[in-house]
């Protein structure tokens, strides 16, 4: 299925995370929501395929543990969002789309 990119109409702020917006719902540990704004990752959809991390030229995730997660249990975040410089390697590596950027949002 995959990030929607239209997710910051269709869903609202529900809380803030390392500097960056987390758009709801959330209904923890099964639901967690879409983190950050200018780089998004979908953590639902996120299986820790790990291709993100590795091979942003500028650091800007971090692993967090979500234990109990159907999908996996640690999630890409977008902890250094204000550090991309949009090259779009995230987004054209992760195999289930859960990234998408777009400077346009703002952060
Ligand atoms: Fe890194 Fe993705 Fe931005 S790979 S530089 S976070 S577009
Ligand atoms: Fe997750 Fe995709 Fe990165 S599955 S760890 S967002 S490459
Ligand atoms: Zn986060």
Do not use: Y
């Not at 269709?10 to 987390?22: K, L």
């Not at 099964?30 to 639902?44: S, Y």
């Not at 204000?82 to 777009?102: G, K, R």
Request: include cysteine.
């Amino acid at each position: 299925m995959g990030i929607d990119p239209n997710f910051h109409h269709a869903r609202t702020v529900v809380d803030q995370h390392e500097g960056h917006d987390v758009w709801g719902p959330v209904d923890e540990p099964e639901r967690l929501g879409i983190h950050g704004t200018h780089v998004a990752v979908d953590f639902d959809e996120c299986i820790a395929d790990g291709a993100c991390v590795e091979d942003c030229p500028v650091d800007v995730f971090d692993w967090v543990e979500t234990p109990d997660h159907p999908a996996s249990t640690r999630k890409a975040d977008p902890a250094r969002q204000p550090d991309c410089i949009d090259c779009m390697l995230c987004v054209d590596v992760c195999p289930v789309d859960a990234i998408d950027v777009d400077a346009s949002r703002g952060e």
